[in-house]
């Protein structure tokens, strides 16, 4: 089993929408997949009120269902952890015990800031055991300035960036607003992009 955790203290930054495709798409490729809502915010948890979803979801309550992950779901292919919109002790848990981050940033100017601090917290943990990262671009506008500066930010962190992004696509909300994910829309371009990218998160486990 390993766990992939989605993760940037941002509101907003795409981490559900992001968790709920990638999870959406491992689910089609015939894994089985876990999701463990970490944000007490409960988006992702709300979102499955509609039961629609073809993968389990967990609620955690606390750091302690966190750190709970290996041995509670250990029959599970994938783990994915939605995490919460601060930098709480949910987010270190997180960190600690996943196999892969993954800090989903948004072009905008003024939200790469918040990102840095689970760079911070990654590092701390590297000291212990190395943990593989990679930035996901969400929300992605073709505004070659705005992207620019962005690949900027996240090259001088030295943690690289999937090739694939997620574009900015009234899909994604429409699907998310009914319980769905684009898999369930005929948005071709949008399951692409996330199928190109799910290879992607794959290729890091070979
Ligand atoms: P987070 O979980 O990091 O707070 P969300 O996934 O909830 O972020 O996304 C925040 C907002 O941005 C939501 O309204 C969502 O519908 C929208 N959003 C996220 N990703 C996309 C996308 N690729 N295209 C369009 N809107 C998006
Ligand atoms: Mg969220």
Do not use: H
């Not at 996943?98 to 800031?113: A, E, K, N, Q, Y």
């Not at 070659?144 to 899909?171: C, E, H, W, Y």
């Not at 371009?189 to 990218?197: N, W």
């Amino acid at each position: 089993m390993k766990i992939i955790a989605f993760l940037n203290p941002k509101g907003g930054s795409g981490k559900t929408t992001a968790a709920i495709n990638v999870s959406s798409c491992l689910t089609g490729s015939g894994k089985k997949i876990a999701v463990v809502d970490t944000d007490p915010q409960m988006s992702l948890t709300n979102w499955n009120k509609a039961e629609k979803a073809e993968f389990d979801v967990y609620t955690a309550a606390s750091e302690k269902d966190v750190y709970q992950v290996r041995k509670d779901l250990a029959e599970y292919d994938f783990v994915i952890i939605d995490g919460a919109g601060s930098l709480s002790v949910i987010t270190s848990a997180a960190v600690m015990v996943c196999d892969l981050i993954i800090i989903p940033v948004t072009p905008s100017p003024l939200d790469f800031s918040a990102a840095g601090s689970v760079v911070t917290v990654l590092e701390a943990q590297a000291y212990n055991r190395p943990v593989e990262a990679r930035f996901l671009i969400t929300r992605k506008i073709e505004q070659a300035t705005m992207l620019n500066v962005l690949k900027d930010s996240i090259a001088q962190t030295g943690i690289k960036p999937f090739k694939t992004a997620i574009t900015q696509r009234q899909s994604y909300v429409k699907s998310v607003m009914e319980g769905e994910s684009v898999f369930d829309t005929n948005d071709g371009a949008a399951k692409g992009e996330i199928a190109i990218l799910t290879r992607e998160i794959l290729e890091l486990f070979e």
